[in-house]
């Protein structure tokens, strides 16, 4: 078996998620599907992290292995590369039909003990938001949610650089069964663009269901009035202490919000990397 790495992007809009369901069209769906027409086989996808319905990614990552069999077919008769031969091929079959919503930036061989989701450092997202005081571009309506009225962003970038750090973000999470809610948010800055668009800048280890836009819909309460600058900070400090629990969380439209980027270490790092993920969520 050989592993590849496969670097892409996607416009969420006409994605029913990353994940794979029946009878819906999904990133993974269409991924694999198109790797089933290449190689003849089918191809397992692990992703660096799952996106919801209507989210988009500007830098997604995700790794195969692939058969001996399915690379000598790749290749055929031509003397590219394993990699260049799966760039290519997949470029050319996920555009049949007319699709242009997923794209594939690269593909890299690397060794077996890349993990694209238990290796990784840091996820990154960015949500744009636009109020009163932004410029409406309509090329960018349909990635940009719209709020009546003016939200205080100064307001705002003060509650998020309260919340950053590591935390039980449960009041800011949909939890899965078995699965731990504690994270650490490295970065989580607000900001005003050229056009006065709100710009929502967060970066993590990992982020559970629904995180990102619950933290988003806080700062979005803070900008209103409706909450204090430090109420984002004093829930998970709550939920720290263990006297936290789930609020109602206004959780923002999926369109706003996009994976701008995941981090990895150095190759020599891959496979430590993995099993301290791993160690440290069967801890939690």
Known sequence: MTRFRIDLGYQG????GWAKQPQLRTVQGTLEEGLVRITGEQVGTVVAGRTDAGVH???????????????EKLIARSNRTSQAA?????????????????????????PEDFDARFSALWRAYRYRLADDRSFIDPLLIAV???????????????AAREAQGLHDFLPF??????????????EFEVDRDQEAV????????????HMVRALVGGLIKVGTGAWPVTRPAELLAEADAGVGAQVPMFVTPPHGLV?????????????????QTMAR????
């Open 13 to 16: 809009s006409d994605f029913h």
């Open 57 to 71: 990614a500007r830098r997604q990552v995700v790794h195969i292995d692939l058969t001996d069999a399915a690379v």
């Open 86 to 110: 799966l760039l290519s091929r997949l470029r050319g079959v996920l555009t049949i039909g007319g699709h242009q919503d997923l794209v594939i930036h690269a593909v890299t061989e690397v």
């Open 144 to 158: 940009t949610p719209r709020h009546k009225g003016e939200l205080d962003a100064e307001a705002m970038a003060e």
């Open 173 to 186: 999470c949909k939890p899965r069964q078995g699965a731990t809610t504690i994270r650490t948010l490295h």
């Open 198 to 209: 709100i710009t929502i800048d967060l970066r993590a280890d990992a982020f559970c269901h």
């Open 259 to 275: 994976l701008t980027e995941v981090g990895y270490p150095a190759p020599e790092f891959y496979a430590s990397r993995a099993v």
């Open 281 to 284: 969520r069967d801890q939690d």
